[in-house]
C-alpha cells in the first residue's frame, strides 16, 4: 500500500500546525461564573501557561468557602503545556513534509490521547479544588462540595458555573478534526458509508438532537410595550392575553392575542412542530403558564386586543366565575388550536 | 468523497452550536406588570406611607416616601449639618456632646417608631448611633432630633434601638463586649474572655414627653449583640437579642466567630429583671454619661452628664436570662405579630429556626436545659424549636412579616427576598434583589397588625443599576409590592448614606400632628428678640451679644460698628416671621462655621469671632422673598483697642452729605 498522502491532508495539516501554534497563546479553556451580585459576570481563563481572568476576585470569594488559592506556580502543567502543543504543532507539520500516513496515523493516536489526558487531568484538579476544603472556612454548607464542571453548566450555591473551551479550546479541537478528516481521507472507510446514506444521516441527527436538547424548554419573559406580536407586528401591551410559542429547537414566538398564535401555526407547521404553548393567566398576569394547565373562555366582552376573545385561568374556579361574569364559554386548547 | 466530508464538517458545526445552548435560560419574571400606575403619585398629591429610613454611616435619618421613593427630608441626628446649622450653631451644639466631648459624626443603623398597644403611633422615632453608643429620639410633630442619651458600660451599639409593645422601654445591646467602665480596661486584649462583658441597656421612656433615662443595664457574657426584638403580645415582658461570637474571640472573627454550628438568641425576662430593680438587686455603679435635650420652647439644647447607672448581672440573678441555640451567627431575631414565633436568621445557616414561645416557656419551667453558658442557662434546641424553613436560600439576614401569617426573608449571598408560610414552613415565593440585600422593611412589619401592601429592600451592592457615578454609588433600594401572593417589583430607588433598616408608617397618622410655625409669643430662648424695636448689641467685656432679628426682607439691625478684633460676637437671629415656610438663613463671610437656618418664630445663635480687621457682610441665605437679595448687612471689625463706638441700626445710618451737594 502508498504510504503517501494526498494533498488535501497535507493542507489539513499544515493548517493543524497553525491553528495549533495560535492556541499555545490564546485562552484554551474558560470557567465563567454568574451571580445575582455580579452582573458583569466573572470569569477565569486557562491558558498554556496559566490562570488569567479575574483570579484574584474569584480566589477572594472562594476564600469564604476555604477553596485554596489559584496561582500558577501550583499547576506543573503550565510549565509544559506549550511545549506539548509545541511538539503536536511540529509533529502535524513533519507529517505533511514527509507526507507520511504512518506518522499521521500516529501523531492522530497520539493527539486524541493527549486530549483525554488533558481532560482527566482538568477534572482531577477540579475535584481536588473542589473537595480539599479549609475545615476553618467561614462559610460551611453541610454535604456540598464546589467543584466546577469538566464541561457545561452547574450551579454551586449562589454561582452559576459555565465551564466551556476557549478560543484556544476550539482551535485545539478544530485541528484535531482536520487531523481526523485527513484520517478518514487516507484510510477510506467512509466509502464503506456511501452504500448506507441513511445511517450516516441518521447518526448525524442524533447527535444533534442530543446535544439540541440541552436548550432549556421554559417560557421566555415578555417584555410590555416592548415586545412585538410575531403575527400582527402590534406592540404587546396587555398583560391578560400576552402568549408565547417556545419551538424544539428553542427558538421564541411571541404574541398579543392568541387568536394571531393560532394564525401563525397554520402558517408555519413545519417551524412550530413540537412545539410548546405559554398562554399568561387572566388573573394573574405575571405567569405564562402551559395551555395544558389551563382552562379557556371565549366570548364578545372577554375584548383581547386583536379580537380571538379567549382568555386563559389556571385556576378552574376563576374560569368558571369569568365565563359568567364575562357571558363568556368555556372552551377547550384543542377547540381553539383548530 | 468530498460530500461525506462535508458531512462530517457539518455534523460537527451543528454539535459544537448545540453546546452552546447548554447554559440554562433564567425562566425569569415572566410578563412584566404595569408598575408605573402602583408608584406614580401625581403633582399636588401625597404619597401613602412616610418611610424613616437609617442613614448607616451618614449619621442622619432620611423620610422617604412610599410608593414614589421620592426622599423628602434628611433629618440631622447623630451628624453635624452645616446646611441646617445642626451642631454649628450654640443653641445645637450641645445635643452632640458626650462623655468624650463633642463628637461630630456617628453611624446611625436602625429606626424604631414608638408604639402604643403593638402599633406605630406616630409620636416618635427612636434612632442608634454605633461608634459612640447613644439612642436619639426624633420628635415627629417637628421631624427634629429631641434628645440624645449615652450608654455608659457600652461599645458598638448595634443591637439597638428597639422598643417594647408601649414604648416602655428603648432597648440596646452591644456590639463590641470591653471591660466595664469601672473595671479595669488597660488589660491585654487576649484577656477577653476573662475580662470583657456584653451590656444591654434598658432606656425607659416617659410616657408623656418622651424623656428618656436608663433605667437599669444587665451585664451578660462577652459575646456580640446584633439584632433584638421585644416580645409582643403573649410574649410581652420578654425581649429577644441574636448573638454571635460566642467562640468569644478578640481576633480575626471573620474565621474565629464563624467555627460554632451554633450560636444563640438570648431570652430575657425584663418584666423579671424590673422585680429585681425594684427589690434593690442592682449594683449602683458609677459612670459618666451625658443626656442631651432639645426644647422647642427655648430653641436650645441643654446637655448633663449622668453619674451612675443600676446594672443587674446576669450571672448571679438566674431566671432573667436564657441563651437559645440557633445556627449560625445569627443576625436577624424576628417576632411575629402573634407573639408566638421568634425567627432566627442564621448569617452563614442554609436554615431558618423558627422557635416557639410557648415551648420556651414549658422548657425553663420543666428546666430542659442542655448546660449553661457563662452561667446562663442553655435551652435544648429541639425543645424551643417550632420547626425550620428547609433550604430558603443563603445567608438569611431579617425577616419581617405581613397580616396574613407570611414571613419574609432577606437573603444576602443570594441576594433575594424569600415569602414563607410561618405555620407551614413551606417557601412561596421568592425575588431577586439587586444586589445582595440587607435588610427589608415591610410597613409595619413589626407590629401586631402589620399593614403590609409594600415591602422594601435596601441593599448592599449597585453596581449597575443607576447611571454610574465613578467609583463611589448610592445604596439601592427596591419597593415590591406584596398585596397578591407573589411579590412583584414596582420601583427602584436610590439611597442616601447606607440604609440598615426602616421603618414605615400611613402618612396620615403622622400628618395631622406638623407642626407648621413657632408662635413668637411663646419663644422662651434667652436671647430671643420678640420685636424689631427690641433689637440691639450689646457688649459684655470681650463679648459682644447682638440680638437681631429677620423678617421679609431685612436684618435688624444690619449695620453694626465698634466691634473690636479680640472680640467673640454671637448672632442672635430670631426670624419673626409667623407664616409657614418662610424661614431665613444666615451666614457671614469667612465664619469657620456653618450657616443658621431658622424657622418663623426661632431664635438661633453663631459665634463669631473675627479673624481681621475690616468690613464683614453678612446675608440670608434661604430664598425668603421676592428682594431676598436686598437681605443683607455689614459688620465693621475694628483693631484691638479702637475706641470706634459701639453702633447698630437698620435704615438709619446714611451717609453724610458733603458740603458740594448742598
Redesign the interface.
Known amino acids: 500500500m502508498n504510504n503517501k498522502i494526498s494533498g488535501l491532508s497535507k493542507t489539513l495539516l499544515i493548517l493543524s500546525t497553525i491553528l495549533l501554534g495560535i492556541s499555545m497563546y490564546v485562552p484554551i479553556w474558560s470557567i465563567s461564573l454568574d451571580?445575582?451580585?455580579y452582573?458583569?459576570g466573572l470569569s477565569l481563563t486557562i491558558s498554556a501557561n496559566g490562570i488569567g481572568g479575574d483570579v484574584d476576585i474569584i480566589n477572594g470569594l472562594n476564600h469564604y468557602i476555604g477553596m485554596k488559592k489559584l496561582d500558577n506556580a501550583d499547576f506543573i502543567e503550565f510549565s509544559i503545556l506549550r511545549y506539548i502543543i509545541a511538539f503536536y504543532a511540529l509533529f502535524a507539520l513533519i507529517a505533511a513534509l514527509l507526507s507520511s500516513k504512518k506518522i499521521l496515523y500516529t501523531l492522530f493516536t497520539l493527539f486524541v490521547i493527549f486530549g483525554v489526558v488533558a481532560m482527566v487531568d482538568f477534572w482531577r484538579w477540579e475535584y481536588n479544588y473542589g473537595h480539599d476544603l479549609n475545615p476553618?472556612?467561614?462559610?460551611?454548607?453541610?454535604g456540598m462540595a464546589y467543584q466546577p464542571p469538566l464541561?457545561?453548566?452547574k450551579q454551586l450555591?449562589?454561582f452559576?458555573a459555565?465551564s466551556?473551551p476557549a478560543i484556544g479550546g476550539?482551535l485545539f479541537i478544530s485541528s484535531g478534526?482536520l487531523m481526523?478528516?485527513a484520517v478518514?481521507?487516507e484510510t477510506n472507510i467512509?466509502?464503506k458509508?456511501?452504500k448506507n446514506k441513511a445511517a450516516?444521516?441518521l447518526?448525524?441527527l442524533a447527535?444533534?438532537t442530543v446535544?439540541?436538547s440541552?436548550?432549556?424548554k421554559?417560557?421566555?419573559?415578555?417584555?410590555?410595550n416592548k415586545d412585538n406580536c410575531n403575527n400582527c407586528k402590534m406592540t404587546i401591551a396587555d398583560?391578560r392575553f400576552?402568549c408565547e410559542l417556545v419551538t424544539e429547537k428553542?427558538r421564541v414566538y411571541k404574541f398579543d392575542d392568541m387568536a394571531c398564535m393560532v394564525a401563525f401555526k397554520k402558517e408555519n407547521t413545519d417551524k412550530v412542530n413540537n412545539a410548546l404553548i405559554f398562554v399568561?393567566d387572566y388573573v394573574?398576569?405575571?405567569?405564562?403558564k402551559s395551555v395544558d394547565a389551563l382552562t379557556f373562555i371565549v366570548g364578545e366582552n372577554v375584548g383581547s386586543p386583536m379580537g380571538g376573545n379567549y382568555a386563559g385561568f389556571s385556576n378552574k374556579d376563576s374560569a368558571t366565575f369569568y365565563e359568567s361574569n364575562l357571558s363568556a364559554k368555556i372552551i377547550t386548547w384543542n377547540s381553539i388550536n383548530q | 468523497m468530498k460530500n461525506n466530508i462535508l458531512k462530517v464538517a457539518i455534523g460537527g458545526l451543528i454539535a459544537v452550536s448545540a453546546l452552546q445552548s447548554c447554559k440554562p435560560k433564567n425562566a425569569g419574571n415572566a410578563v412584566s406588570n404595569d408598575a408605573a400606575s402602583k408608584v406614580y403619585v401625581a403633582p399636588g398629591k401625597y404619597d401613602e406611607i412616610y418611610t424613616f429610613v437609617s442613614g448607616g454611616f451618614s449619621g442622619q435619618m432620611s423620610v422617604y416616601g412610599i410608593p414614589s421613593g421620592r426622599l423628602l427630608r434628611v433629618i440631622p441626628v447623630f451628624s453635624v449639618d452645616p446646611e441646617k446649622g445642626y451642631g454649628y450653631s450654640e443653641e445645637t451644639k450641645p445635643m452632640l456632646n458626650t462623655s468624650h466631648g463633642m463628637v461630630p459624626w456617628d453611624d446611625l443603623h436602625h429606626v424604631q417608631l414608638s408604639k402604643t398597644d403593638g402599633e406605630a403611633d406616630g409620636r416618635w422615632v427612636f434612632a442608634n448611633a454605633n461608634n459612640t453608643p447613644r439612642v436619639a429620639r426624633i420628635d415627629l410633630k417637628t421631624f427634629r432630633t429631641a434628645e440624645i442619651i449615652e450608654l455608659p458600660n457600652s461599645a458598638g451599639n448595634h443591637s439597638s434601638p428597639f422598643i417594647t409593645q408601649n414604648t416602655e422601654y428603648v432597648v440596646a445591646g452591644t456590639r463590641f463586649s470591653v471591660p466595664p467602665d469601672d473595671a479595669n480596661g488597660d488589660v491585654p486584649i487576649n484577656t477577653y474572655k476573662q475580662n470583657f462583658k456584653g451590656t444591654l441597656s434598658f432606656i425607659s421612656v416617659a410616657k408623656e414627653d418622651g424623656k428618656m433615662d436608663i433605667s437599669f443595664q444587665i451585664q451578660c457574657p462577652g459575646v456580640n449583640f446584633d439584632l433584638s426584638r421585644a416580645g409582643k403580645g403573649k410574649s410581652h415582658g420578654w425581649f429577644f437579642f441574636s448573638c454571635y461570637n460566642t467562640e468569644q474571640a478578640n481576633t480575626l472573627l471573620e474565621v474565629n466567630a464563624s467555627q460554632r454550628d451554633k450560636d444563640f438568641i438570648m431570652a430575657v425576662n425584663w418584666k423579671k429583671a424590673e422585680e429585681y430593680l425594684k427589690a434593690g438587686k442592682g449594683r449602683k455603679q458609677s459612670v459618666k454619661y451625658a443626656h442631651n435635650s432639645y426644647s422647642d420652647v427655648t430653641h436650645t439644647a441643654t446637655s448633663e452628664i449622668r453619674t451612675e447607672v443600676t446594672v443587674l448581672d446576669s450571672k448571679e440573678l438566674k431566671d432573667i436570662c436564657y441563651m437559645i441555640p440557633c445556627p449560625k451567627s445569627p443576625h436577624g431575631c424576628d417576632v411575629d405579630p402573634t407573639g408566638e414565633y421568634i425567627v432566627g436568621s442564621g448569617k452563614l445557616a442554609a436554615l431558618i429556626p423558627v422557635f416557639s414561645f410557648d415551648k420556651i416557656q414549658a422548657a425553663i419551667a420543666s428546666k430542659a436545659y442542655d448546660g449553661e453558658y457563662d452561667g446562663i442557662p442553655v435551652i435544648k434546641y429541639e425543645s424551643a424549636l417550632y420547626g425550620e424553613v428547609k433550604k430558603p436560600g443563603l445567608g438569611p439576614l431579617h425577616t419581617e412579616f405581613d397580616a396574613n401569617g407570611n414571613a419574609y426573608t432577606s437573603f444576602f449571598v443570594s441576594s433575594e427576598v424569600v415569602k414563607w408560610n410561618i405555620k407551614d414552613l413551606k417557601v412561596l415565593d421568592r425575588v431577586p434583589t439587586y444586589y445582595s440585600v440587607g435588610h427589608l422593611c415591610v410597613i409595619g412589619g413589626d407590629t401586631k397588625t402589620p399593614y403590609g401592601k409594600y415591602l422594601i429592600a435596601y441593599n448592599k451592592i449597585t453596581k449597575d443599576r443607576y447611571l454610574p457615578t465613578g467609583p463611589e454609588l448610592s445604596q439601592s433600594a427596591q419597593l415590591f409590592d406584596i398585596s397578591g401572593d407573589k411579590m412583584k417589583l414596582i420601583l427602584d430607588f436610590p439611597t442616601i448614606g447606607e440604609p440598615h433598616y426602616a421603618q414605615g408608617i400611613l402618612a396620615d397618622i403622622v400628618r395631622k400632628n406638623q407642626v407648621k410655625i413657632f408662635k413668637i409669643e411663646e419663644n422662651k430662648n434667652p436671647y430671643v428678640t420678640k420685636g424689631e424695636g427690641e433689637s440691639k448689641v450689646v457688649r459684655q467685656g470681650n463679648k459682644v451679644h447682638v440680638y437681631m432679628t429677620c423678617v421679609r426682607s431685612h436684618f435688624s439691625p444690619d449695620n453694626i460698628e465698634g466691634v473690636k478684633m479680640g472680640d467673640e460676637v454671637y448672632f442672635h437671629v430670631t426670624n419673626l416671621e409667623q407664616d409657614w415656610d418662610v424661614p431665613h438663613g444666615f451666614a457671614i463671610k469667612g465664619a469657620p462655621t456653618g450657616e443658621l437656618l431658622i424657622m418663623p418664630g426661632e431664635t438661633q445663635t453663631l459665634k463669631w469671632t473675627p479673624d481681621k480687621v475690616g468690613m464683614m457682610p453678612f446675608y440670608c441665605t434661604d430664598f425668603c422673598s421676592a428682594l431676598h437679595q436686598e437681605m443683607q448687612g455689614y459688620i465693621r471689625i475694628s483693631p484691638a483697642g479702637s475706641n470706634v463706638p459701639l453702633m447698630f441700626s437698620v435704615g438709619k445710618n446714611q451717609p453724610k452729605e458733603t458740603a458740594t451737594t448742598k
Open positions: 451571580a445575582p451580585q452582573p458583569e476553618d472556612a467561614a462559610i460551611i454548607v453541610p464541561i457545561g453548566f450555591l449562589n452559576g459555565y466551556i476550539w478534526v481526523l478528516i478518514l481521507k467512509l466509502s458509508f456511501k450516516s444521516l447518526s448525524l447527535i444533534s446535544l439540541s440541552c436548550a432549556s421554559g417560557p421566555e419573559a415578555i417584555n410590555l398583560a400576552a428553542g399568561s394573574k398576569p405575571n405567569l405564562l
